[in-house]
């Protein structure tokens, strides 16, 4: 999208809230109370409009916002403050970001990782071009009850901060947000919403599951939502890389050179060969995904090893991707779909490269034993307490709520075939007077890896409009275009699952009007 575009696309999205408004000062928000409710603010400030390219998106990742992002009032402030058991401080941080110009529309940002630092609260996560702070929403972000890095765990020690992580600090942010936007603005928000990708995924999904009736409609994006199973099935991988690599020089396996780069581009080529032409058009991108049925096998070296063949010990590694079994037979976590971008060597490694997941081999024979590793991951509290795989969103559907997911088919950390299967069984077990596409759609992004990226991959697309006008119009989104830097120029359908996009047989092949929804 040209910066001209974007600019005239974010004057159309937030000029409608250009009405006359009542509301505070941004500084009188310093002495907002909520009875009973342990709050303090920490700091007020009117932010002045922001050219487009100056807002960062993440203050430790590179990125900023495209469109210009208008004056906004932001709050920052705590719930809970406490000493915990470790002797730590807790609380649940969190950042409000109030428009001048509200559009009436309330947006709760998910986290990433283990949380522990409140982001931006823009609204960019599924929005594609203009975050929804932009567009004239109040966003909201958090936390989630800890301070650290993306990835430290430390937290989990203390079972209140545990909880907070889970569920609880989700919860307790939409309410509280919700009440200073009706302070603030005097009128309660119309519509409010959820987005998140990752951690928000899953956050989103337990806003779906815990809090039925908080937001009218939710994005969940690659939901990291069983980690303990998505990371055995890392491990089960990674271990049977291991097995197969060569060593290093101090006699530890090296999974990452199981496969040259000559080797990675030997399956990729293999795999589009096989699939990327069962949608009409061999354009690099696989997305009739059923009708692909590739087996490494086919690969297999009938005598010394070349460039034009894998070796027994490769093909035997790479079944792995099938996913962990128990001794009796159940699928432990389905395995990762063959797609274009498991060999992708930028930003994140693809699965090709070997899970980074660190994995002590058995000193025994008889490699991972996944019914040991099953049975610790059943057990662990995190399945109980963190795990957001109810099925049944009876209370959320009969509010009205609207649940889009959508998952990156090249995701290396969290498999799009576990998302598949919550979103059949949740159809499945959810007592709703209308089918599961009257109020739930998935979307699959061929080439995508874990919440965007991949050099195969069409990762722009706003499921946050989609799920706008489903909520507000009751337009259903049949199919979201999606466009990326891989392919400059291309434009696809993104169609609901178990629809595929498919060439039409004329028209310009890299428009995305020259293709059809099929199952």
Known sequence: MSTAARLSLACLLFSPAILAQNRHACADLK????????????????????PPGVMRIS??????????????????????????AD???????????????????????????????????????????VPALARGFAVVSTDSGHKGSVFDGSFFRD??????????????????????????????AAHSYFAGCSTGGREGMIMSQ?????????????????TGHSNLALAYIAAAFGEAAPKDA????????????SDRKLLVGSLLEACDAKDGLKDGMIFNRSACHFDPAVLLCQGAKTDGCLTASQVNALEAFAGPKTSHGEQVYPGFPWDAGMGESKGLPGLLYGPTIPVKLPAAAGGFDVDREAFRVDSAANGLLGDSTWTNLSTFVAHGGKLL???????????????IGYYEKMSRDTPAREPVHAWSRLYL????????????????????????????????????IATGKAFPGRSRPLCPYPQYAAYNGHGDPNDAASFACRE
């Open 87 to 129: 002797g730590q401080t807790y609380g649940i941080g969190f950042a409000l970001a109030l428009p001048d110009d509200w559009n009436g529309r309330f947006l709760f940002q998910g986290g990433g990782g283990l949380n522990g630092s409140v982001l931006p609260p823009l609204g960019a996560p599924g929005a594609g071009d």
């Open 159 to 188: 079972q209140q901060a545990s909880l907070d992580f889970y569920y609880v600090a989700i919860g307790r942010v939409a309410v509280l947000a919700k009440r200073m936007i009706a302070w603030y603005y005097e009128r309660t």
């Open 445 to 480: 992004s061929p080439g995508m890896g874990h919440c965007g990226g991949g050099s195969a991959a069409l990762d722009r697309f706003d499921m946050l409009s989609a799920v706008v006008d489903w909520v507000e119009k009751g337009k259903a989104p049949d199919a979201v």
């Open 59 to 84: 203050p430790a990742m590179p990125g900023t916002v495209d469109v210009p992002v208008p004056p906004f009032c932001r709050v920052d402030g705590m719930l809970d403050r406490r000493t915990g």
């Open 210 to 226: 815990r809090y039925p009736a908080y937001f009218d409609g939710i994005v969940a994006g690659a939901p990291a939502m069983r």
């Open 250 to 261: 101090s006699g530890k396996p090296a999974p990452r050179e199981l496969l040259s780069d």
């Open 31 to 50: 002495r907002f109370e909520q009875a009973g409710v342990p709050l303090e603010i920490t700091n007020t400030e009117a932010v002045p409009a922001t």
């Open 405 to 419: 997911f959508y998952h990156g088919l090249s995701d290396p950390w969290f498999s799009a075939l576990d998302t």
